[in-house]
């Protein structure tokens, strides 16, 4: 499993929540949000950045959380 951070522009609404529910979502300043979790490979990352265009949530920034 490798973590990974996302920063997306959007609000965390109860569809986000729902759409992500293995991220821990937090909102930012500036009308986005960070979610932070573990995916299995890079095709399921994909699969996130997908569901999140399809929600309308624009992708500002990702980033791979080494494992220490």
Do not use: C, N, W
């Not at 959007?10 to 979610?35: C, N, W, Y």
């Not at 980033?63 to 220490?68: C, G, T, W």
């Amino acid at each position: 499993m490798t973590g990974y951070a996302i920063v997306a522009s959007g609000t965390t609404s109860p569809l986000v929540q729902a759409a992500f529910m293995s991220f821990t979502i937090e909102p930012l300043e500036g009308g986005r949000i960070k979610m932070v979790g573990t995916l299995p490979d890079q095709a399921a990352l994909h699969g996130v950045l997908h569901r999140l265009q399809d929600l309308g949530l624009g992708i500002v920034d990702v980033h791979l959380i080494e494992s220490e």
